[in-house]
């Protein structure tokens, strides 16, 4: 009894895999189907006429095809051989014919572009890590993506207008044709392993929803929202932006200190196309991961000359020191690290590698400001 009821359970496996098999890829079913007809009438002509494997596939090509069979050695068929064409020609003809009509209906119901479609995002969460994810390439994205791309940062564009689409491709950007306001979406996009993520939509909604997204799925992630009204700003932070961009107050901030400090505007535009960068250094808030750097001053530390990084600002936990003290720009060396600062810190990529390499296990994150 052992050994039936252990061939019914192969056979039910069998038949369920089979099942699963032809429910992921509907076309393997005629496929299979004209797989066997052909093995099988090349067997029988193997059988019938002796004939090596090659004769026998091409004689079963030329009968489904309908050519017909000309060959010398072919002309003449045993009663065998002719009950196997017969049966060939029948048989062909239906699954031949069930073939194509399948794969044609898996044409016009869209199933080969889905199926492109999702090869092409999962080689891309495959592919991209710690880069840039844009959603919107509008006025404001091409800019963004034409400054992060003058950089070399890698960056993923996430669209859904086919125009601005072809266009992104165009410029040589990697695309993904979603919708980013859906949490699969930011996901196809690897929210969980980018630098950062930009929400750079024309709606404020939207903005709003993707940055919502974005903080449920990646607590640790960097975004950064586009805003048109004070209200729209205030409310992406309550969802969970980092910073909020406004490109009218940008715009009227930057002219107004071009008009008054015209020299440290030319300075910032000549360290964006500089090797230099802009990072934020996360203290730890555990007194313990600081070990020998909690309490000791910069003078004492000598990080700048260590590293080559140059400190330009250190700000204090929200509440700590005293009011108004919390962001401390040019700080001196008699400073001195507490748990849970912000260090911004300028220089190149390897002297801001020797600086993280120096704070070691005291470093909580790390931001790019400008790459």
């Not at 051989?81 to 399948?102: F, H, N």
Request: proline share 4%.
């Amino acid at each position: 009894m052992r050994q039936p009821r252990r061939t019914r359970l192969r056979q039910a496996r069998s038949r369920a895999s089979l099942s699963e098999l032809l429910s992921r890829r509907p076309w393997a079913g005629p496929v299979l189907a004209l797989v066997m007809v052909v093995n099988a009438g090349a067997a029988g002509y193997r059988i019938s006429e002796g004939w090596d494997w090659g004769d026998c596939y091409w004689m079963v090509l030329i009968s489904l095809s309908t050519l017909g069979f000309s060959d010398a050695e072919t002309q003449v068929l045993s009663g065998g051989g002719r009950v196997v064409t017969a049966l060939l020609i029948i048989g062909g003809l239906v699954v031949v014919q069930q073939t194509i009509q399948k794969l044609l209906e898996l044409t016009n119901s869209g199933y080969f572009r889905r199926l492109r479609e999702r090869r092409y995002r999962q080689q891309l969460q495959r592919t991209m890590n710690n880069h840039v994810i844009l959603c919107g390439y509008g006025r404001i994205g091409r800019e963004i993506a034409q400054q992060l791309s003058a950089e070399a940062v890698p960056l993923l564009v996430v669209e859904m207008d086919p125009d601005r689409i072809q266009e992104a491709q165009q410029r040589g950007l990697t695309v993904l044709q979603a919708d980013a306001t859906l949490d699969v979406t930011l996901e196809e996009a690897g929210v969980h392993h980018c630098r950062a993520l930009v929400a750079a939509l024309p709606s404020n909604a939207a903005n709003l929803y993707v940055i919502l997204s974005a903080r449920g799925l990646a607590p640790r992630c960097r975004l950064i929202a586009r805003a048109d009204s004070e209200e729209a700003e205030g409310k992406l932070r309550l969802a969970g932006a980092d910073q909020v961009v406004s490109p009218y107050v940008a715009g009227g901030r930057t002219m107004a200190a071009t008009a008054l400090r015209p020299l440290a505007v030319n300075f910032m535009e000549l360290l964006a196309g500089s090797e230099c960068e802009v990072e934020e250094l996360l203290l730890s808030s555990d007194p313990e991961q600081l070990g020998q750097l909690n309490g000791r001053s910069l003078a004492e530390l000598q990080l700048g000359r260590r590293s080559g990084a140059l400190v330009l600002a250190i700000r204090n936990p929200t509440g700590a020191g005293a009011p108004g003290a919390d962001l401390l720009a040019n700080p001196s060396g008699e400073v001195r690290l507490a748990p849970g600062q912000l260090l911004v810190v300028m220089g190149s990529q390897d002297q801001l590698e020797r600086l993280t390499d120096l704070l070691g296990s005291a470093l909580a994150g790390v931001d790019t400001l400008q790459a």
